[in-house]
């Protein structure tokens, strides 16, 4: 690494953190591994065999013509061939007498729960499907969900896929101007919804939310409605139906019609951080091989024996891709949690884990490091000895929250896989493969077999080991987004204009000693501080090594001298106290000690809470509207908005030395 890369004119971003620690794989898990080390050689001299390979785990109705129709920027993969998403998670398990196998174990947060087999959900899935005929949505119509996490959010999924109509699911938290600006987009036929859901110990309603994006969206021809809280609920004849009166009585028969490789799936619209949300577009052969395919690798998945647990909602891609398709597309048997990990207590999910005896666990960061600041005797109350390997999923992972969870959830045995992906990229990309590498905690290490991931600079061309510069991938992959909704043209402008032939995904990566890629950020968080780029990621993880810290955002503020100043918010862990001037010192000497005194943040706030995203992602774009005083944008994708107001609230007396 150059001391001043400035003066080097080479690094697009800095490489400041240093860390050696590396774990091995387990050597039994190694032994036994579903995907060994030749995988990438195998890719690497045939990608698109590869591929074809992984699309035959499938069962397709009639082989394709061709496997990869490629007119840049717009990919079809295994074109002329046909498959039905649903008979293929669901059907063909229970016709090779897997019938009586769970599917899911649902666990309501109330304490209520369900067993679903595969036999239980070909009847419900069928039911579903002839209901929603019956409402008049036909194939290529779009069908909006926004529902609570509970067994019928999954059933809709996959009686859409069934009868062609794709999905599209919006979290239940959004608001109705969210779930109403998404349903013009796709011009939605019907809404799947419930009278509510259990959040935090209390129900929380959903159809008055819909009823009111509905009110002059006369496209939407019905509400299908679940009862799940019993709460009151509004209803328009004509319009509104009731799960129980139109699904129950359905016939458990339906024949499903094999659909076109390329034929819609679903659309998932990602907020992005100021404009319109886009609206991302996924097929059903190439999505479906690459979900199944990383789901087994990634996770070595052994259906026989293993119970899966996805600890997201089902409103964020990895809900999509690691609750519904990947996990059903291979037959596993899965966990599914309707609540937050703090109601009843702060033990759910770890009493969860104990209960169904769950071997494989995917989570994001943020709740890590919650778990961190709540401290590590919740966690050593229970038995979570028959976890076999853990995931990490939608922000870096600080090598300290890495660690914690090995440690104090993997019991020091499980490796740990940390993925990296996109809605847009529909599955993982860049992941240790659990039974071959050997993982350094907060890196991503390698593209997965058939996976062409770069780290490149400025000019698009590849940076050595140990240089910083942006994620691309070169080649186009099966589960790739096929566009963007009604919109090519923001298709090319926002993904395949900034490298010429390369998608841009808008992270900062580098490539370690070892040619290892660390992932460092968005691309627009990234801050100049006296010409240097520096990432996000590295500051916050130096603040997160720090004892008393469980989780830090960072961001740049405009500075008159340095050009942008680092501006730190900090959560301290439980046993930290309240902090003061002291500690705010103490931790800004920690951050020059540990990446250099660039990286030294000019301010630090201790916070109760950050402002995150559904899916756990710190928007870090509202901490600089806070930095730099100005009026906030746009919240309505937060979890809770009066984060923002507590933290705009301790600005003024936000200790700093300078
Ligand atoms: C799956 C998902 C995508 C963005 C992505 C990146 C961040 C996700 C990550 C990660 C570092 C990881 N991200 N996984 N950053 N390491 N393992 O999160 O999809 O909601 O579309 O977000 O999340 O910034 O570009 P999505």
């Known amino acids: 690494m150059a001391d001043t890369p400035q003066d080097q004119g080479q690094e697009t971003l800095s490489n400041l953190l240093q860390e050696s620690r590396k774990f091995s794989p387990p050597p039994e898990l190694a032994a036994d591994a579903n995907v060994k080390a030749d995988a990438y050689d195998t890719a690497a001299a045939d990608r698109l065999g590869f591929w074809e390979d992984k699309a035959r785990r499938l069962q397709w109705e009639r082989g394709w013509d061709n496997v990869l129709d490629w007119n840049p920027p717009f990919a079809q993969w295994f074109t002329g061939g046909t498959l039905n998403a649903a008979v293929n998670c669901v059907d063909r398990h229970v016709a090779a007498g897997l019938g009586d196998r769970v599917a899911y174990y649902w666990e309501g947060e109330p304490g209520d729960s369900r067993t679903i087999t595969y036999a239980d959900l070909k009847d419900m899935v069928c039911q579903t499907a002839n209901a929603l005929l019956e409402l008049g949505v036909g194939k290529g119509d779009r069908v909006a969900v926004y529902m609570p996490m509970i067994p019928e959010t999954v059933i809709t999924m996959l009686a859409c896929a069934r009868i062609g109509a794709p999905h599209m699911v919006v979290f239940g938290g959004f608001s109705a101007d969210a779930l109403g600006s998404r349903l013009d987009d796709c011009q939605a036929k019907a809404v799947v919804t419930a009278d509510g859901g259990y959040r935090r110990g209390n129900p929380s309603s959903l159809k008055p939310a819909v009823d009111e994006a509905v009110r002059n969206r006369s496209f939407v021809e019905h509400v299908l409605t679940v009862r799940r809280t019993g709460q009151e609920v509004d209803w328009t004849e004509g319009r509104d139906v009731w799960w129980h009166d139109v699904v129950d009585r359905q016939s458990t028969e339906h024949t499903a019609e094999a659909h076109d490789a390329e034929h819609p799936l679903y659309i998932m619209y990602t907020s992005g951080t100021t404009a319109k949300p886009k609206g991302i577009l996924h097929t059903t052969g190439g999505y479906l091989t690459q979900v199944a ?12 024996t ?178 963007i909704w009604g919109d090519p043209e923001r298709y090319k402008k926002t993904y395949w204009s900034r490298f010429e032939g390369l998608y841009f995904p808008g992270d900062g990566a580098k490539r370690d000693e070892d040619g290892d890629i660390w992932l460092l950020g968005r691309v627009d968080d990234v ?128 200790a700093s030395d300078e």
């Open 293 to 304: 395919y990383t789901h087994w690798a990634v996770f070595d998945l052994k259906p026989e």
């Open 527 to 654: 801050m100049l501080v006296s010409g240097h780029n520096i990432s996000t990621t590295e500051v916050e993880s130096a603040l997160v090594s720090h004892s008393n810290v469980a989780e830090a955002a960072v961001t740049g503020a405009s500075d008159p001298v340095t050009g942008q100043g680092i501006v730190a918010f900090v959560i301290l862990r439980g046993e930290a106290g309240e902090g003061g001037d002291a500690l705010v010192k103490e931790l800004r000497d920690h951050v020059a000690a540990s990446l250099g005194p660039i990286a030294k943040p000019r301010q630090i706030m201790i916070v109760p809470e950050l402002p995150k995203t559904r899916s756990g992602k710190i928007m870090r774009r509202l901490l600089r509207d806070v930095a730099e005083n100005r009026q906030l944008g746009d919240v309505s994708t937060l979890t809770d908005s009066s984060v923002m107001d507590i933290i705009a609230e301790k600005l003024p007396s936000a």
């Open 306 to 483: 293993d119970v899966f647990w996805t600890a997201a909602d089902i409103g964020w891609v990895t809900g999509h891709s690691y609750i519904v398709y990947g996990p059903l597309a291979n037959g596993a048997t899965s966990v599914m949690y309707e609540g937050t990990p703090d109601t009843p207590h702060k033990g759910r999910f770890w009493e969860i884990v104990q209960k169904y005896g769950v071997t494989i666990a995917y989570m994001a960061p943020t709740a890590i490091r919650t778990f961190m600041k709540w401290g590590e005797d919740i966690p050593a109350q229970f038995d979570l000895s028959s976890l076999r390997v853990l995931g990490s999923v939608g922000e870096p992972i600080n090598p300290e929250a890495y660690t914690w969870y090995r440690k104090n959830i993997g019991g020091d045995r499980t490796p740990i896989v940390d993925t990296w992906w996109q809605t847009e990229t529909g599955a993982i990309m860049v992941s240790p493969l659990p039974g071959v590498t050997e993982g350094k905690p907060g890196a991503a290490m390698r593209p997965l077999p058939g996976i062409a991931a770069d780290v490149v600079d400025e000019e698009g061309v590849s940076v050595p080991n140990g240089g910083g510069g942006f994620i691309v991938v070169r080649e186009p992959w099966p589960s790739m987004l096929r566009g």
